[in-house]
């Protein structure tokens, strides 16, 4: 038996893919831009922040980092409506990919910190700047300069695992995928496509990253 590809329906559901690809790059965006955020926040705490906080800031980073993605999305989307905490799918998934990225981005940000020779921590304190300056001229950015390349890699990672939020009926590539799987009965084809949309999303990304890699580090791109 041969099999015949049919990708006749692609015009009829072609808003459908688009709408689910626009909904996947805010995803992105929102993730990766707050993500990163929370990670420098917390990377700076744990480094050179007040002794009581430092225990907060490392239990979010271990319970987000041995929990899988899809619970936290299930506890955001459905467990905090029992607070009262009322959200849309989308704010959810946005809301779980940042705390998802946000925990492990700070350990990868405090490893580029720790790496940091104390000569420059000295050196901040010699001019005297505050720990908080210090921290934002002097170690930020050599540190995310080290560790550029792992943090991109993790962002790409999130991007992929993002997939998960059509179980909430966030409606990004997977949901239209599932959606025109079952009204086309065309399995392959349907996600065929969705796995070359998230190779395509995957490789742009990776590509924009290391663009801002070279605006931000001009000096590792030039070597």
């Not at 906080?53 to 993605?69: G, K, M, S």
């Not at 607070?83 to 989308?90: A, H, I």
Request: charged share 15%; aromatic share 12%; with cysteine.
């Amino acid at each position: 038996m041969t099999y015949r590809f049919d990708f006749s329906w692609l015009p009829l559901y072609w808003p459908v893919i688009l709408k689910g690809l626009l909904t996947t790059v805010e995803l992105i965006l929102v993730g990766a831009l707050c993500g990163v955020a929370l990670g420098v926040a917390c990377a700076g705490v744990r480094a050179l922040g007040p002794r009581w906080l430092r225990p907060v800031v490392a239990a979010y980073v271990e319970l987000i980092r041995n929990t899988p993605f899809l619970i936290q999305l299930f506890f955001i989307f459905f467990g905090l409506p029992s607070l009262g905490l009322q959200m849309s799918e989308l704010q959810a998934a946005n809301l779980a990919m940042v705390v998802n990225l946000g925990a492990y981005s700070s350990e990868i940000i405090r490893a580029g910190i720790e790496a940091t020779p104390r000569g420059q921590f000295e050196a901040g304190a010699s001019l005297a700047m505050t720990r908080f300056e210090t921290f934002r001229h002097v170690v930020l950015i050599p540190a995310l300069q080290r560790i550029w390349p792992a943090l991109s890699s993790q962002i790409v990672i999130v991007m992929l695992g993002s997939a998960v939020v059509s179980q909430i009926a966030a409606e990004d590539v997977t949901f239209a995928a599932n959606f025109i799987q079952s009204r086309t009965f065309r399995a392959f084809e349907t996600y065929f496509l969705s796995t070359a949309l998230y190779l395509l999303l995957a490789l742009a990304l990776r590509q924009a990253l290391r663009g801002v890699g070279s605006l931000l580090f001009p000096r590792r791109a030039a070597r």
